[in-house]
Nanobody, 116 residues
């Protein structure tokens, strides 16, 4: 079974950048589409970006032009480069498969806080 561990979050000022990483265990990673989600306090978990196993990407309108999702199948890792961060990007960020994909347990997520 695939297990997911997110890292790279932190406190950053508005306009700053962060790069999130998601390390996945298990041999299925190379054939899975992957995605980043985020959940702000009191809100539902939303899909932010996704990438197919061949590298085709999709983004939520709120992050287009600012965030870039990528993957390294040799390292079983998916990344989220976040630029021009805004306070409304503050959330816990998770990686997982995009819907409707197979069930994979959620990791602990990584906190991103954008504040001056």
């Amino acid at each position: 079974q695939v297990q997911l561990v997110e890292s790279g979050g932190g406190l950053v000022q508005p306009g700053g950048s962060l790069r999130l990483s998601c390390a996945a265990s298990g041999s299925m990673f190379g054939i899975l589409a992957m995605a980043w989600y985020r959940q702000a306090p009191g809100k539902q978990r939303d899909l932010v970006a996704s990438i197919t196993f061949r590298g085709s990407t999709n983004y939520a309108d709120s992050v287009k032009g600012r965030f870039t999702i990528s993957r390294d199948n040799a390292k079983n890792t998916v990344y989220l480069q976040m630029n021009s961060l805004k306070p409304e990007d503050t959330a816990i960020y998770y990686c997982n498969v995009p819907p409707p994909g197979p069930y994979i347990p959620w990791g602990q997520g990584t906190q991103v806080t954008v504040s001056s």
